[in-house]
């Protein structure tokens, strides 16, 4: 796998040691035009939650452990005497993906009143719980926004397990979200592993793993490019 760094977009300068003030850059001023610009709110919001969260419960954002709860859709804050549930988890997950279909780049929404509301899919489904119970299923890493005609259409994924190539744009995306110091950062770590090289043999393993519980022979799921591969 090729890790493919993805270039910051700059919305500020930070002009705070010369002129006691933060400007604002065109960028930021062109969020408006984006195609994900709806989304911005909510995506805003759920990073905030994930701090504030952190607070609630005394402890470092960096020390956040999370975890999806399929049911409701949500985030929930894990430790050791209780969950506490912390945001939704489509717009958390959304930074990456830029309003896109993790597997076929089709537009998506992360608004529960959008039509095109995108659905959360785990890359590695649920049968690799019965091939090593130590892989959170449920955690971060594994966790994407999809389209709901990749995740349950006609010819979805459904309990298939994706291709190569697909397994390198999870691993970019975990990187994406380690390296850009989001709030769920130090979750990714703590699941995957503190190197980029332990964090890359978690992914193989969880795939090895999941090929042999499906037989060599199974085939790999890919859908067509239905939209511009922006990430």
Same mark, same amino acid.
């Given at each position: ?29 062109? =969020? ?42 949500? =985030? ?46 785990? +890359? ?33 994924? +459904? ?71 922006? +990430?």
């Amino acid at each position: 796998m090729v890790q493919r760094l993805v270039s910051a977009f700059l919305l500020i300068i930070d002009e705070r040691n010369k002129k006691n003030a933060i400007q604002l850059t065109e960028g930021f001023m062109r =969020l408006g035009e984006q195609q994900q610009f709806a989304n911005l709110v909510q995506e805003t919001e759920s990073r905030w939650q994930l701090v504030e969260a952190a607070w609630e419960n005394n402890l470092s954002r960096n020390l956040m452990l999370v975890e999806y709860e399929e049911e409701s859709c949500l =985030l929930m804050g894990v430790n050791a005497i209780r969950r506490t549930t912390v945001t939704s988890a489509r717009p958390a997950l959304n930074g990456y993906q830029k309003g896109r279909c993790f597997y076929c780049f089709r537009e998506i929404s992360v608004v529960l009143e959008k039509e095109e509301v995108a659905e959360v899919d785990h +890359f590695f489904p649920h049968m690799l719980k019965q091939c090593d119970s130590r892989k959170p299923i449920d955690g971060i890493a594994n966790l994407v926004l999809a389209c709901q005609e990749c995740n349950r259409g006609e010819n979805g994924k +459904f309990d298939r397990l994706p291709s190569t190539e697909l397994l390198e744009r999870l691993f970019n995306r975990n990187e994406y979200l380690i390296t850009s110091h989001h709030p769920l950062r130090e979750t990714l770590i703590s699941q995957t592993g503190n190197t980029t090289e332990k964090r890359q043999a978690y992914l193989q393993d969880a795939y090895n793993c999941s090929t042999l519980r499906i037989g060599a022979g199974g085939r790999k799921w890919q859908p067509r490019q239905q939209g511009v591969a922006i +990430f």
